[in-house]
């Protein structure tokens, strides 16, 4: 009974440590400074929005001219940036849409968060390096 016991107990730390590995902490940045808060504060993960292809339009949002410093401060922390482009993309946005993920890929975001179809489609066919986090649930 008591080496059933042993071997319970180890399964369940077993357990317990994989979950705590999988666990991650994400936390949004809707500007600069909440940006540094959640890496002072311990997040794993960062998501935020770009000026432009964000739900969040009235935050102060980030822009590609700014988003590189901050993601080698993230990188340099091992905390990972997750982008969103959470909005629907109309045909006449499609091009400037398909740049703004040429970029993101080019300066090392970890994961762009996508709503619309035609930017999921773009990323899988163009990106197998990207995680992709879908918004469609």
């Known amino acids: 009974?008591?080496?059933?016991?042993?071997?319970i107990i180890k399964q369940i730390i077993t357990c317990d440590n994989i979950i705590n590995d999988m666990r991650e902490l994400l936390c949004p940045a809707g500007n600069i400074d909440s940006f540094y808060s959640a890496i002072k504060n311990g997040a794993d993960a960062i998501y935020l929005g770009l000026d432009?292809?964000?739900?969040?339009?009235?935050?102060?949002?980030?822009?590609?001219?700014?988003?590189?410093?901050?993601?080698?401060?993230a990188h340099l922390r091992n905390v990972k940036v997750f982008v969103t482009i959470n909005t629907i993309i109309y045909d006449d946005e499609l091009e400037d849409a398909y740049k703004t993920i040429d970029k993101l890929a080019n300066i090392g975001v970890d994961a762009i968060i996508v709503q619309d179809l035609a930017i999921f489609n773009y990323i899988v066919h163009y990106y197998n390096l990207i995680s992709l986090l879908d918004n469609f649930s």
């Open 52 to 73: 432009k292809f964000s739900a969040r339009a009235y935050a102060e949002n980030f822009n590609l001219d700014n988003l590189q410093e901050h993601i080698n401060y």
């Open 1 to 7: 009974k008591i080496n059933i016991l042993k071997l």
